[in-house]
């Protein structure tokens, strides 16, 4: 227990003199996630529209595959996109293999199925004839789109935060694609399980403090957009 | 529609911040090489010595190049060597580096230090490890008295001296109830060692780090069959036209430059009262001694 | 049987034939699996027509309009408007107007509901608010504007859903059942706005209603839909006092009890 109030401590302290490190560390961090998840809402999003509204043949099969993918293994993912972003490997030429991009590719990868399978599901919840309605009134599909995202804003929110989240804590892939290299593609998790392994147990539970602390602001932010499309 | 304005620059504004993390560091001096990346894959134990830390900056700052090294197990890091998705490695696992030399896959192979394992455990030594003057005896007495042993098990240059030594005391511990293997790096291993009072083999180098927060102490050192000997490898260029051999060269030549070496030969002496390394570069090859 | 058809059918038609009626339907099928829903060999609408199609539950009458409004694609057959096959579904969508049933809004305020079309059919803001503003006025809700839509009382919505619908200036009106759901007044107040409405402005309708004094007060023509096909068709009154069919009387007995139709 000690290690954990030893960890608070320095996490304190730490922020307090905003060491560059983890200052560094935690920036790097948000970035990767971040942009991972907004390509994930850009492409999952319309995405799940798609899903939920389309007739696709063998649409049945794709949706199962996007559920399955909601709980895909992130290690499973990092040592795919290893392989392929390896030299020898069909990606080769991006040289994107232990650079931030190679993270992000990683976790847009893990938080794509996330935000598609809950945005269809928040979208098939609309009344069909919803739908029927704003046909009749005129409009096209991506106007038909934009105000089915409107209505389903809070899921959808839900999807966002639960993608970020994600991604976010993760660290099996990021490892593997990342390197978890000084300075270029340390990331919070990556440098806690480094830390760990090391055995300087206070300063992984300051990382984590510190990782928390993001995690908790991010999510409040979220969380009061999502509440705000409530109150008006 | 502004709010999608303000998400499409918050996005634009974070892969720039991105793409300003990935490109190389303007280098400080003057000549900056072709190909400035080299991919130097080598082992957690190295990395978590700290070692790594003081030399490469010396390295980029001498000759431009920039190092990323890929901590990983020796396995992995021969593995990696092997499918020529890394430029040089530096591994201390010398029964498979001798492997991977005669199959072929590297060039060049140069001894560049050692540091030296040392056998911990409870201070009131139940098994009578400390007795012993060489490692293997003092494993058979951990074996007999079947006090808990934890391992790495990780396949790791650790790891695998580990093993050698308890062929060597003609005992098959895998699988025994006392034979903890944590899968995990060396700190961790320890820490599980602390809390369970049992013994294991670890690098000086992490204890001395942890020294403070373990119930061991060191009960056998300075037995020549607990040297960790550290090789650095050219990788075969001829693999993949993107191996940086110049790049891989001139690490190599970094590391066993006399420079370098005195700077090897005093690490550790400011933080724990003793160097944690031993330069060879030119020296006789302690692992061949070893090996016999 | 045919020749009574046709000289029911010429009575009504006493306008010249010289423009293209504004709807016409050849040999529309709509199947669901095995089942014919919908079976309308000829159909059609002359502009300014308010067409009521009534009918048993399960006739097919709602996918008679949903065809008609190009909301639904029909297994066979062919909508011409104003002599001319639609390529663009879109384009001609947003010349037409659908209030249904349940008035869905979306969770806006009222204002923005009656909005939408127009801002779907990218009109300057200027002209949207002027229009906005008058169909407010028109249907009594002006009061209304900025109140979320959800929060409105049934018969509220459904003054938004027409005013929705009117605000468009669309050249075709649908309605499926509009004031089935509400209560005695309101519906006979809206009742009385729509004609009101139809009136002035003329505009071509076609109308699904169970209140056959509905549509004596607003139709000008009315179909008897029966399984699927229209069995009769003609001037409303002459329709519910003289059915040519033993389906389409028994249909008219079995609403005249409600209804309290009074004989010619």
């Known amino acids: 227990m000690d290690v954990v109030l030893d960890g608070i401590v320095q996490a304190f302290w730490l922020l307090a003199r905003a060491d560059s490190e983890v200052v560094r560390v935690t920036l790097l961090s948000l970035a990767v996630s971040a942009t991972a998840t907004l390509l994930s809402v850009a492409i999952g999003v319309p995405l799940g529209a798609f899903l939920a509204m389309g007739r696709l043949r063998g649409r049945q099969g794709v949706i199962s595959l996007v559920n399955t993918g909601m709980a895909f293994p992130p290690v499973i993912v990092g040592l795919v996109v290893t392989v392929l972003l390896w030299r020898s490997g069909p990606l080769g030429f991006f040289h994107m293999l232990y650079t931030p991009w190679a993270m992000v590719l990683a976790q847009f990868i893990l938080s794509l199925p996330i935000i598609t399978g809950i945005s269809m599901a928040a979208i098939q919840q609309v009344d069909p004839k919803l739908r029927l309605q704003l046909a009749a009134l005129g409009a096209s599909r991506l106007q038909t789109f934009w105000v089915l995202v409107r209505e389903t804003r809070l899921p959808l929110m839900a999807a966002v935060m639960a993608g970020f989240g994600a991604v976010i804590s993760e660290v099996g892939a990021s490892m593997m694609v990342g390197g978890n290299i000084l300075g270029e593609t340390r990331v919070l998790t990556t440098a806690i399980v480094m830390e760990t392994g090391k055995g300087n147990f206070a300063v992984a539970m300051a990382l984590s403090v510190v990782l928390m602390a993001m995690v908790y602001v991010v999510n409040a932010y979220l969380t009061f957009v999502q509440q705000r499309g409530r109150l008006r | 529609m502004r709010k999608v304005t303000l998400a499409v620059s918050l996005f634009l504004g974070l892969i720039t911040a991105l793409s300003a993390c990935a490109a190389p560091s303007p280098s400080t001096q003057t000549r900056a090489p072709a190909i400035p990346e080299v991919i130097l894959a080598t082992t957690t134990s190295t990395q978590d010595s700290g070692l790594l830390d003081v030399l490469l900056p010396l390295f980029t700052q001498e000759t431009g190049y920039k190092v990323k090294p890929i901590a990983v197990g020796s396995g992995q890091a021969l593995a990696l060597g092997e499918r020529g998705e890394a430029d040089v490695l530096l591994a201390h696992a010398p029964d498979a580096e001798a492997r991977f030399m005669s199959a072929g896959h590297g060039t060049e192979r140069r001894l560049v230090m050692h540091n030296d394992f040392v056998l911990v455990g409870p201070q009131d030594d139940p098994a009578g490890a400390k007795g012993p003057s060489n490692a293997p005896s003092a494993l058979a007495r951990v074996a007999q008295t079947q006090s808990v042993f934890t391992s790495r098990g990780d396949n790791s240059g650790t790891h695998e001296l580990e093993k050698k030594l308890w062929k060597q005391a003609g005992i098959a511990p895998s699988g025994k109830p006392w034979y903890q293997e944590t899968g995990q790096g060396m700190g961790a291993t320890l820490n599980i060692a602390s809390e369970k009072k049992g013994y294991t083999l670890t690098d000086r180098a992490t204890y001395l780090a942890n020294r403070q927060i373990l119930d061991l102490s060191i009960l056998l050192e300075g037995d020549p069959s607990l040297y960790n000997v550290y090789h650095v490898i050219l990788v075969d260029a001829r693999k993949s036209s993107r191996i940086n051999a110049e790049g891989a060269r001139a690490f190599a030549d970094f590391l066993v430059s006399q420079k370098t070496q005195s700077v090897i030969g005093s690490f550790g002496k400011e933080r724990f009262g003793q160097a944690l390394f031993v330069p060879d570069a030119g020296k006789a090859d302690p692992s061949s001694v070893a090996l016999k | ?264």
């Not at chain 3, 099928?29 to 060999?41: A, P």
């Not at chain 3, 639904?72 to 096959?85: C, E, H, M, Q, Y």
């Not at chain 3, 009106?173 to 309101?186: A, H, Q």
């Open chain 3, 1 to 264: 049987m045919t020749l009574l058809r046709a000289f029911a059918q010429r009575a009504v038609d006493s306008a010249p034939q010289e423009t293209p009626p504004a709807v016409a339907v050849r040999g529309l099928v709509f199947q669901r699996g095995k089942q014919t829903v919908v079976k309308v060999d000829t159909l059609d609408i002359r502009r300014n027509d308010v067409l009521a199609i009534v009918g048993p539950n399960g006739a097919g009458k709602t996918t008679l309009l949903l065809c008609l409004a190009l909301l639904l694609v029909p297994t066979a057959g062919t909508i011409a408007f104003d002599g001319v096959r639609a390529k663009d579904m879109l384009r001609q969508r947003r010349r037409m107007a659908v209030v249904f049933q349940d008035p869905l809004l979306i969770d806006m305020s009222v204002q923005e509901n009656i909005a939408l079309g127009l801002r779907f059919r990218g009109l300057d803001r200027q002209t949207i608010t002027q229009r906005t503003g008058y169909w407010l006025e028109r249907f009594g809700i002006a009061q209304l504007a900025h109140r979320r839509a959800r929060e409105l009382s049934r018969g509220e919505a459904q003054r938004v859903s027409l005013a929705r619908a009117f605000v468009t200036q669309p050249e075709i009106l649908f309605l499926d059942e509009p004031f089935t759901n509400l209560d005695g007044p309101t519906h006979r107040a809206l009742i009385d706005s729509l004609a009101a409405v139809l009136a002035e402005t003329g505009v071509t309708t076609v109308i699904i209603s169970h209140d056959l004094k509905d549509v004596l007060h607003l139709a000008s023509k009315v179909a008897v839909m029966i399984s699927g096909a229209i069995r009769q068709l003609g001037r409303p009154r002459d329709v519910f006092a003289y059915p040519l069919r033993d389906d389409v009387q028994a249909f008219l007995v079995a609403h005249r009890t409600g209804g309290g139709l009074a004989a010619p």
